[in-house]
T-cell receptor, first 115, second 113 residues
């Protein structure tokens, strides 16, 4: 099992540019989560999907952020336009179920730097 | 506002010492999970505790869930350099927040040889 696969691993972009982060969850997992990690705020949940449907997007910071899950094996997180304060490590995680005993499997993350 | 508070934020100890890190909240969770994260990697699940008062052991690591299901502790016996990492606790939501994991900011542990 290849685990959760994220791309790219690193992204450096200029302020105002569009950034697209990609995630392939573990096959068979029906829940997918996007997190952002910074030193100041720790790990924050941005949005999560269940069976490709967005369930809770209350953590998305503002309209510049959008996420899609067109099928069970692919999701994207887009930032347009990007700003320096968006610099962080973005993680995608997947889970086989929701509930008390659900385990989240994380990808290696995308380190985003907006200059 | 952080739902889960972890302490201490940083811990630097010598190999062989014992340590305890704490995870506290005023909220009740359906379960409490502990993850460990190494540099350049995503968090990896260590354990899930579900029942109030539950104690789980994983080799030299002992995890406890508070009776009221609001807090947890992680105790490491005879720490080793390989235990170095960021330890994160996460509370699993209930009811309308089912599916959400609320993470603390973590305890950065460094074990020196």
């Amino acid at each position: 099992d290849a685990g959760v696969i994220q791309s790219p691993r690193h992204e450096v972009t200029e302020m105002g540019q569009e950034v697209t982060l990609r995630c392939k969850p573990i096959s068979g997992h029906n829940s997918l989560f996007w997190y952002r990690q910074t030193m100041m705020r720790g790990l924050e949940l941005l949005i999560y999907f269940n069976n490709n449907v967005p369930i809770d997007d209350s953590g998305m910071p503002e309209d510049r952020f959008s996420a899609k899950m067109p099928n069970a094996s692919f999701s994207t997180l887009k930032i347009q336009p990007s700003e320096p304060r968006d610099s962080a490590v973005y993680f995608c995680a997947s889970s086989s179920r929701l509930g008390a005993r659900s385990e989240a499997f994380f990808g290696q993350g995308t380190r985003l730097t907006v200059v | 506002t952080q739902l889960l508070e972890q302490s201490p934020q940083f811990l630097s100890i010598q190999e062989g010492e014992n340590l305890t890190v704490y995870c506290n909240s005023s909220s009740v969770f359906s379960s409490l999970q502990w993850y460990r994260q190494e540099p350049g990697e995503g968090p990896v699940l260590l354990v899930t505790v579900v029942t109030g008062g539950e104690v789980k052991k994983l080799k030299r690591l002992t995890f406890q869930f508070g009776d009221a299901r609001k807090d947890s502790s992680l105790h490491i016996t005879a720490a080793q350099p390989g235990d170095t990492g960021l330890y994160l606790c996460a509370g699993a939501g209930r009811g309308s927040t089912l599916g959400r994991l609320y993470f603390g900011r973590g305890t950065q542990l460094t074990v020196w040889p």
